[in-house]
């Protein structure tokens, strides 16, 4: 049995270190030290991290940095990046890194090197991706093709939305892009609601090809073009496929010719830029596309080579811990000050959470410390008229990263700096607040005193970049990556598996039959089960 992380000696360490410093202010550190503001900050890759506004001193972090060391983050650097099988409840290697390595680099899994596959697979799609930027691949009647639907869910949809919307600003205005990713019939019926299947491209984007609510769309997807189109030769202009599993592609009747491949060392949510991207590629073309990739392998480079106490992904990690298990915080909130980056939260929802909700270690034992934290967010300044009042006010500590931007891809007047005014403001606000003098200064009435206090000592992190571009997306998203892998590392959990996420796979398999009115066979379920689907049953046939 490996020695679980609350008995590492750095974690005694950092107990005790939590209980001398729990009572200090940020407004004090400030103050006895008029450099922490350029001192506790690092900058790599275009990303430039100001952690300053954080409950931390010197000593925090080199504990923290001795807790990542007695962790053994090091060693599991290395072995995902050696391509070893740190999937071990699935006895896969974990090599997203692989994906954006450029040509000419060596990465072996079983002894292969999988950087020419890599490569392979993006020049397939790079050619695909052309014919419909220049509108020479055809609908089955000759016209061109105006717009591209992605049925895929959780990994397969939430990246390439994600990115598409990160990047429109990049993208050919001239093509349209939908995403279809919800079992609802709603959602398929509203994406194409107004499309002509002569015109649309569906990918089907599943690494499996057997996601029940993506071969679900899919199939409404095709019975959809068939009514129009009246000829199954269209498929094959109407339906590309990007999987793992050529088999089923073929049944559904896509052409395999029409496959973009990758592997099963690629996690779902750590695909987007494999295949997973093609809709993204054909939005920004390959160039941007390939911008994007060295962004991730620049921060993947960092992060493999970057001594802990200037790494940006550990730093981000190791703070998270901090806040996590010494605090008590229970969430975590990500707050992009950029419109573009609306899908951004929701994406690192899926990374983290799925990634790191575990409650067993690698090797089996039962957990009795906190792992993931839930994470959430929306792009400033939205947040600030509805849930801020929480983080400023209420009674839970909520760390946040905020993401701002020095140039706007839209310069719209003194949109911009009104915008990064606000988001600067607001850090500003959570680390310093305003004392019951200071609001008493301003002649507030001595009865509303408290409720205009603001205690402050909220931490940050400030993530300042010059403008988003698909290079700096690209960092930004294997920033995230990289801190989920070194938190997984400390709580010893499996970041690559999801077995939380199957139950209820399968219990829905069980019941979709049951929902059926002829359903002839008692329900065997608890009482509460039972009951929701018998009426369900009646209200239905009304
Ligand atoms: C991600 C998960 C999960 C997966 C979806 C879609 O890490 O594995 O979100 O991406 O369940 O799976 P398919 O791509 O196989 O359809």
Same mark, same amino acid.
């Given at each position: 049995m ?5 008995h590492?000696?750095a974690w005694?360490?950092?107990? %005790?270190h939590y209980?001398s ?6 407004r004090?550190?400030f ?5 922490? #503001?350029t001192?506790?900050?690092e900058?790599?890759c275009?990303? @430039?991290l !100001?952690y300053s ?5 010197r000593?925090t ?8 060391d007695q962790?053994?983050?090091?060693q599991?650097?290395?072995a995902?990046f ?5 999937n071990i409840?699935?006895d896969r290697a ?5 994906l $954006?390595?450029p $040509?000419g680099?060596?990465i072996l899994?079983?002894?292969? +090197?999988?950087?020419?596959d890599v490569? %392979?697979v993006?020049d397939?799609m790079a050619?695909?991706a052309?014919k419909l930027r220049?509108r020479t691949?055809?609908?089955h ?12 869910? #959780? ?11 990160a990047? $429109?600003?990049?993208? &050919?205005?001239? *093509? ?7 079992i609802d019939?709603s959602d398929?019926s509203?994406a194409v609601?107004?499309? +002509?299947?002569?015109e649309?491209?569906f990918?089907v984007a599943s690494k499996t090809?057997t996601?029940q609510e993506?071969?679900?769309n899919?199939h409404s997807?095709?019975?959809?073009c068939?009514?129009i189109?009246?000829?199954?030769a269209a ?11 050529a088999?089923e592609?073929?049944?559904?009747g896509?052409?395999t010719?029409?496959?973009?491949g990758f592997w ?5 949510r750590?695909s987007f830029d494999?295949a997973i991207?093609?809709?993204l590629m054909?939005a920004?073309?390959p160039d ?10 620049a ?5 493999r080579t970057?001594?802990f ?9 190791? *703070?998270g811990?901090? @806040? ?5 915080a229970e969430?975590? %909130?990500v ?6 980056l609306g899908r951004?939260?929701?994406y690192l929802?899926?990374?983290?959470m799925?990634?790191? #909700?575990?409650?067993t270690?690698l090797d089996g034992?039962?957990i009795?410390y906190?792992? #993931?934290p839930v994470v959430w967010?929306?792009?400033?300044t939205n947040? /600030? =008229?509805?849930?801020y009042?929480?983080? =400023?006010?209420g ?10 931007f ?5 310069p719209?007047?003194i949109?911009? !700096?009104l915008?990064t005014?606000?988001?600067?403001a607001q850090?500003e606000?959570?680390a310093f ?8 200064a &301003?002649?507030v009435?001595?009865?509303l ?8 000592n909220?931490?940050?992190n400030?993530?300042?970049v010059?403008?988003?571009t698909? @290079?700096?997306?690209?960092t ?10 070194v938190?997984g590392t400390?709580? /010893?959990?499996?970041?690559?598996d ?11 398999k069980?019941?979709?039959p049951?929902?059926?009115?002829g359903h002839a066979?008692?329900l065997?379920h608890d009482?509460?089960t039972?009951? *929701?689907i018998n *009426?369900y049953r009646?209200?239905?046939?009304k």
């Amino acid at each position: 049995m490996t020695t679980l992380c609350t008995h590492q000696p750095a974690w005694q360490a950092l107990q %005790a270190h939590y209980q001398s410093i729990q009572q200090q202010h940020l407004r004090d550190w400030f103050a006895a030290d008029p450099a922490r #503001g350029t001192e506790f900050t690092e900058a790599a890759c275009g990303l @430039y991290l !100001d952690y300053s506004k954080n409950r931390i001193s010197r000593e925090t972090m080199t504990l923290l940095v001795d807790l990542a060391d007695q962790s053994g983050l090091r060693q599991r650097i290395d072995a995902m990046f050696r391509g070893d099988k740190i999937n071990i409840t699935e006895d896969r290697a974990v090599l997203h890194v692989a994906l $954006r390595a450029p $040509r000419g680099a060596s990465i072996l899994v079983d002894g292969e +090197n999988v950087v020419p596959d890599v490569h %392979a697979v993006l020049d397939q799609m790079a050619a695909f991706a052309g014919k419909l930027r220049d509108r020479t691949w055809r609908g089955h009647t000759g016209l061109p093709i105006k717009t591209i639907v992605n049925i895929g869910i #959780g990994g397969s949809d939430l990246g390439p939305v994600m990115a598409y919307e990160a990047l $429109r600003h990049y993208s &050919d205005r001239g *093509l349209q892009f939908r995403f279809v990713s919800n079992i609802d019939g709603s959602d398929f019926s509203e994406a194409v609601h107004d499309l +002509n299947p002569a015109e649309t491209l569906f990918i089907v984007a599943s690494k499996t090809f057997t996601t029940q609510e993506t071969l679900t769309n899919a199939h409404s997807a095709r019975t959809w073009c068939l009514a129009i189109l009246k000829d199954e030769a269209a498929i094959a202009k109407h339906f590309v496929a990007v999987s793992t599993n050529a088999t089923e592609v073929a049944k559904f009747g896509i052409d395999t010719a029409n496959m973009f491949g990758f592997w099963d060392w690629v996690g779902g949510r750590y695909s987007f830029d494999s295949a997973i991207g093609l809709s993204l590629m054909i939005a920004i073309g390959p160039d941007n596309y390939r911008d994007m990739l060295a962004g991730f392998h620049a921060m993947d480079e960092h992060f493999r080579t970057a001594p802990f106490d200037h790494n940006l992904p550990v730093i981000l990690g190791l *703070l998270g811990v901090w @806040y996590n298990n010494f605090f008590g915080a229970e969430t975590h %909130a990500v707050l992009p000050y950029d419109h573009y980056l609306g899908r951004f939260s929701a994406y690192l929802q899926q990374l983290d959470m799925e990634s790191n #909700g575990k409650r067993t270690t690698l090797d089996g034992q039962k957990i009795d410390y906190q792992t #993931g934290p839930v994470v959430w967010g929306t792009p400033g300044t939205n947040g /600030q =008229h509805a849930y801020y009042q929480l983080i =400023h006010q209420g009674t839970k500590l909520i760390p946040c990263d905020f993401i701002a931007f020095c140039r706007s891809l839209n310069p719209v007047g003194i949109h911009h !700096d009104l915008l990064t005014a606000n988001c600067f403001a607001q850090t500003e606000a959570l680390a310093f607040g305003k004392t019951a003098d200071e609001v008493r200064a &301003d002649g507030v009435a001595e009865a509303l005193v408290p409720h205009r206090t603001f205690d402050g000592n909220h931490p940050t992190n400030t993530i300042l970049v010059e403008q988003l571009t698909p @290079y700096v997306l690209g960092t930004l998203v294997a920033l995230y990556e990289h801190k989920v892998f070194v938190q997984g590392t400390i709580w /010893q959990v499996n970041s690559f598996d999801q077995w939380g996420v199957e139950l209820g796979k399968v219990l829905a398999k069980k019941i979709a039959p049951e929902l059926d009115a002829g359903h002839a066979a008692a329900l065997k379920h608890d009482s509460s089960t039972n009951q *929701l689907i018998n *009426l369900y049953r009646e209200k239905k046939r009304k």
